[in-house]
């Protein structure tokens, strides 16, 4: 079991928005440790989205927006197209394992 | 801009060891954490260590003492060992690079591991 709980599952239709939750603990998250999001499409390796609560690197569309409020972080993900379909993943430091770095369980994306 | 590409054996026998490589290309490795990371079937993803350009090591501690890193920045690769295998062992393996040891940017694209006799 994930020390950082995400919905298995969201849907939308094309053109929607939509957000995917990510509820840490006070050893990651609520401790004040930044939340990361990676699109993993099917058949790829995941890419990074969102970096540092809230950045986008380059050539990520700002359709993706990443915020964080205390031991929670979302993944906000405006016009839905039919290529965001994939899994997504929250990730981030935990103290509690020595220097871990943990992944949420991933939610599913259907478009 | 940095790739990385995995490579090594997609089959390896329980109680044994799997040794992966990654190479890198498009940039130097110095000043980087480069990172090992694997994905079971249907699974999220694992973080299973770094290792630092100077040869420094971090490695999650659910693996304990099973986990080696090298790293050559003069040839651009990074290896991975990881003794004593079990089925559980089994995943896709990617490499990664973390410029904060936080997150990880670029992977490459995974190679597949199958552990059984």
């Known amino acids: 079991q994930s020390v950082l709980t995400q919905p298995p599952s969201v849907s939308g239709a094309p053109g929607q928005t939509v957000t995917i939750s990510c509820t840490g603990h006070d050893s990651n998250l609520g401790a004040g440790f930044a939340a990361h999001w990676y699109q993993q499409l099917p058949g790829t390796a995941p890419r990074l989205l969102i970096y540092g609560n809230r950045n986008r690197p380059s050539g990520v569309p700002d359709r993706f927006i990443g915020s964080k409020s205390g031991a929670s972080a979302s993944l906000t993900i405006i016009g839905l197209q039919a290529g965001d379909e994939g899994d997504y993943y929250c990730?981030?430091?935990?103290?509690?394992?020595?220097?871990?770095?943990?992944f949420g369980g991933g939610t599913k994306l259907t478009v | 801009q940095v790739q990385l590409r995995e490579s090594g054996p997609g089959l390896v026998r329980p109680s044994e060891t799997l040794s992966l490589k990654c190479t890198v290309s498009g940039g130097a490795m110095s000043s980087d954490y480069w990172a090992w990371l694997r994905q079971p079937p249907g699974k999220a993803p694992e973080w299973i260590g770094f290792i630092y350009y100077n040869g420094i090591t971090n490695f999650n501690p659910s693996l304990g003492s099973r986990v080696a890193m090298s790293v050559d920045t003069s040839k651009n690769h990074f290896s991975l060992q990881l003794t004593s295998v079990t089925a559980a062992d089994t995943a896709l393996y990617f490499c990664a690079r973390s410029t904060t040891g936080t997150y990880f940017d670029p992977w490459g694209p995974g190679t597949p591991v199958t552990v059984s006799s």
């Open positions: 990730q981030a430091f935990d103290n509690s394992l020595t220097g871990s770095r943990i």
